[in-house]
């Protein structure tokens, strides 16, 4: 235990509870509650959404990435720029086309409603999993932290979230993000220097080192059509191709994030928010994966064990090495990280909830202040079900990998169903269901019956939902347009 640094961190949870909870005054309608009005800047959103993109998986799982590998991650990111490209023309334009609350509505105007229960479905079900793990990923750090992996302290850091998401809204998990994403990113800079500090000759010893061992190599562009190609995680055309496709499905179809570019004034600064967001990210991760190689770099001089599994190096440095005020400055950027994800995951699974279940199944119409205080019924509702996962979700052997496997498990589903929708016409509501049907049981023969790697599942299961959907519409006679 060490009170100088616990207490940075407790007043950092207190700090960010108040300050999110300031904007309950704002809430007044479901508008408010989950669009923020509509009212915040493009720039605002973009921090967002990396916060959005962003989780104590990335925080703690991408040094551990080039600690045992090198900088090939970010063949993955240059993929997340040719998604933005893809989400700006195809389905940006659709969103705001009148005003939505959820990115399936687009899919009750195209198919039908039942085709907008059964993606919104998906959605639920995604997000739950995914963010599930994400709130595991807490515990590694408190469990360094307070020595303990109590579900107690795990508890601390949900309900806190819970608060000011349940009392301020979008709004709150907006302005919220804008100021943990400066401060997580505050943290890594200052760890990075601290940690290059304690290696004799800095900077110059650990390029010679990490050039050596080859932990500089970003680019894989080899190509060959065989079983160990599309078991490779990360390769250039894995990156490119993979990550563009599992981009394009959880910006342009996912509502963690539609959510967040519907908030925007427009449909152009909702593009300057997308790709403004690229930037920092591409940025992100670099200095992620660099702190991981100078890890791996100062383990190698000292001879000491790293802490295993690997998502435990980067956090229990910083708490073992790092001087005091600074350890705990750090250790709060990473809770940040957290709590911001964590608080965008339960204002997107409410909204989607009240909006694509609830509202439109309402037997007698609501006021605003009806619909206002089942909303934050059912963020309270998400938060216990999200702490119940989290505790199941164990032993696992990189969270964040675990994470993305998860999400693009159902991502391949959602997208293709998304890309019928604005790529054909013929295609009615229930081919495609049964196109969603049939990606997803090839996507999970693919995760639990073969090698692939996850970097390919969103175009296997969206390639299978398109293909399937259009063929099955040549022999179902049915609707095509509902809009």
């Known amino acids: 235990m060490r009170p100088f640094d616990l207490d940075i961190i407790a007043l950092y949870l207190i700090g960010i509870t108040w300050f999110g909870a300031r904007f309950r005054y704002g809430q007044k309608s479901l508008r408010d509650y989950f669009l923020g009005g509509r009212t915040t800047p493009w720039w605002a959103i973009g921090f967002s959404i990396v916060s959005a993109e962003t989780s104590t998986l990335t925080v703690i799982g991408t040094p551990g990435i080039s600690f045992n590998g090198n900088l090939g991650f970010l063949q993955v990111v240059f993929g997340y720029l040719l998604a933005r490209v893809v989400i ?11 005003e939505m609350f959820t990115a399936y509505e687009l899919m009750q105007r195209r198919f039908g409603p039942r085709i907008r229960r059964l993606t919104a479905g998906s959605f639920l079900l995604l997000r739950a999993m995914a963010e599930g ?37 979008m709004t709150a998990v907006i302005w919220t993000d804008v100021v943990q994403m400066i401060l997580y990113i505050a943290g890594a800079i200052v760890s990075l220097f601290v940690i290059l500090g304690k290696i004799p000759d800095g900077w110059p010893h650990v390029w010679q080192v990490a050039e ?18 599309f078991s490779r995680n990360y390769s250039f055309w894995a990156g490119l191709i993979g990550g563009c496709f599992l981009t394009t499905a959880s910006h342009g179809t996912e509502q963690l994030m539609v959510q967040r570019l519907l908030a925007a004034r427009s449909e152009s600064e909702g593009r300057a928010a997308l790709f403004a967001s690229w930037l920092v990210i591409f940025f992100q991760f670099s200095l992620f994966l660099t702190i ?49 994800n964590l608080s965008a995951a339960l204002n997107s699974l409410a909204s989607t909830t009240v909006m694509d279940f609830l509202k439109p199944l309402s037997p007698r119409p609501r006021t605003d202040a009806e619909w206002l205080v089942i909303a934050k019924r059912w963020t309270l509702a998400w938060g216990g079900v999200l702490f119940a996962i989290a505790l199941v979700a164990q032993g696992v052997k990189s969270v964040l990998e675990a994470g993305l496997g998860i999400a693009s498990m159902i991502y391949g589903s959602l997208l293709g169903v998304f890309l019928l929708g604005v790529l054909t016409k013929r295609v009615g509501q229930n081919a495609a269901m049964v196109g969603m049907v049939c990606g997803l049981v090839v996507i999970l023969y693919v995760k639990f019956a073969t090698s692939v790697a996850f970097t390919w599942y969103v175009l296997t299961g969206s390639t299978v939902t398109f293909a399937a959907a259009y063929l099955c519409s040549f022999f179902l006679e049915e609707s095509s347009q509902h809009e």
Not at 148 to 166: K, N, P, R
Not at 310 to 339: E, H, K, T, V
Request: proline content about 7%; aromatic content about 14%.
């Open 88 to 98: 700006s023309s195809l389905l940006l334009p659709h969103y705001f086309r009148g």
């Open 133 to 169: 793990v994400r709130v595991f990923a807490i515990s590694i750090v408190v469990s360094i932290v307070l020595g303990t992996g109590e579900a107690l302290s795990i508890l601390l850091i949900v309900c806190l979230t819970l608060f000011y998401t349940f009392e301020g809204g």
């Open 212 to 229: 050596a061992a080859g932990k500089f190599q970003i680019f894989d562009f080899r190509f060959e059509p065989t079983a160990a190609f």
């Open 292 to 340: 991981g190689v100078i890890l791996f770099v100062y383990y190698k001089d000292t001879g000491l064990a790293a802490p295993n599994p690997p998502d435990r190096i980067y956090p229990q440095f910083i708490w073992d090495n790092l001087p005091p005020g600074i350890a705990g400055l750090s250790i709060a950027a990473i809770l940040a990280a957290a709590m911001s």
